[in-house]
């Protein structure tokens, strides 16, 4: 089961820091990452960091998003600076176990306005 938090409505430029939890069977997880949807479009990815620490980020986010997991693996953390109203979305978190299962939270709205 995952948990996200911290969405919410902020000015253009504005910052965000959303969190994700993981619980149950947190020991079989080897990726995390954080997807949006905006309406009318395709889920996206945001970015996404592996156990050991690798990252992989959109181009559109590079160098305003920043996203790192907690000591104990089973949190993730997005920190958002510098938001757009393009950043406007559903944002969802995603965890995927070594054998290859997603497992998704519920999303989280952020809304930025202009």
């Known amino acids: 089961q995952l948990q996200a938090s911290g969405g919410g409505l902020v000015q253009d430029g504005g910052s965000l820091r959303l969190s994700c939890v993981a619980s149950g069977n947190i020991f079989s997880i080897n990726t995390m990452g954080w997807y949006r949807q905006a309406p009318g479009k395709q889920r996206e990815l945001v970015a996404v960091?592996?156990?050991?620490?690798?990252?992989n980020y959109a181009d559109s986010v590079k160098g305003r998003f920043t996203i790192s997991r907690g000591n104990a693996k089973n949190t993730v953390y997005l920190q958002m600076n510098s938001l757009k109203p393009e950043d406007t979305a559903v944002y969802y978190c995603r965890a995927t176990t070594r054998n290859g299962v997603n497992y998704w939270g519920k999303g989280t709205q952020v809304t930025v306005s202009s």
């Open positions: 960091i592996t156990t050991g620490g690798s990252t």
